[in-house]
């Protein structure tokens, strides 16, 4: 059973390459706190707040950051395996390049992120919030996407491969250069519109 820790904060605190294994974090803060190059397996973070911590080259693996708040962080070359994030929300954070593979990004508010090369990969992302995120140049593919907030974000020069694409709107999105697939195109084609046969 893992070791449950609520309504702690931490400020200022160097946890520089730890491994931070089963345990449960809830309503805890986090305030200029080191984590880069730590690491979590089957760890949760429930209802905490991330203000200013390093996440720099972390490695997470089937852990969960359920309804957290993450305001100003760096996650340089962070990935994260099998990880849920349901409900958390990122604000003005670093989040390039992430590397994320599998897991659960229901309900995550990335709006207006910096996403430029990421690769998320085979991950549910069902109605995430991904407004005016700016996407160019990365890889996002055999994403759940149904049901996201798409509008104004740039997916320019992507590879969309695989990926739920019905809820964007090709006339409220940049996505010049993105590479779909051919059964990707007629669900595009569909939302402008077109009747095919």
Known sequence: MADEIEGV????EDWYGEEITDRRYVNCSFHDVDLSEAVTRGTE??????????????RHTD???????????????ASLVGCKLIGSVFTDCDLRPLTVTGGDWSFTGLGRADLRGARFTGVRMREADLTG????GGAFTDLDLSGALLARADFTGCDLRGSDLSALDP?????????????????VAAALGFEIR
């Open 9 to 12: 904060t931490y400020r200022g």
């Open 171 to 187: 006339t409220a999105v940049r996505a010049a250069g993105a590479l779909i697939t051919a059964e990707q195109a007629m669900t």
């Open 133 to 136: 995120a700016n996407c160019a």
């Open 63 to 77: 852990s969960a950051l359920l309804r957290c708040t993450f305001l100003r962080c760096n996650f340089f070359e």
């Open 45 to 58: 973070f429930v209802g905490c707040t991330f203000g200013g911590v390093s996440f720099n080259s972390s």
